[in-house]
């Protein structure tokens, strides 16, 4: 799986949720660039130290930004404003990714879950 594969999946998504998952993807990247981009649980997803940390899904009505760990949001709880969350997903409009600051918490959250690597 690699990077191909979350190009297929965004070639099936109609517009204007393709740009918006696209603009996702690439604040992803700039956060975590060493990243290798996957396909978990039939969803775009990034995978470091062989845990994913970060992923994005397109419903009917809206996107989803997936943080694979489901006590990703309490710790940022304050940040999420007006965000419709379940344990698994933060809802966000077609045509609005949420912010590239708020990516990189929920980012930098899941990275200190998973915690060290041995190298």
Do not use: W
Request: proline share 8%; aromatic share 8%.
């Amino acid at each position: 799986m690699s990077a191909q594969d979350i190009d297929k999946y965004l070639a099936q998504v109609d517009e204007p949720k393709r740009s918006t998952l696209q603009v996702l993807r690439q604040s992803i990247q700039r956060i975590i660039p060493e990243a290798e981009q996957c396909i978990s649980y039939g969803a775009p997803a990034f995978r470091m130290h062989g845990k994913v940390v970060a992923g994005f899904a397109a419903f009917k009505n809206h996107l989803a930004y997936l943080p694979h760990s489901g006590s990703v949001f309490p710790e940022v709880r304050e940040e999420l404003g007006d965000y419709v969350t379940t344990s698994g997903s933060l809802h966000f409009p077609i045509d609005k990714p949420p912010p590239e600051s708020l990516v990189k918490k929920l980012i930098d959250v899941r990275l200190r879950q998973i915690g060290p690597t041995k190298t």
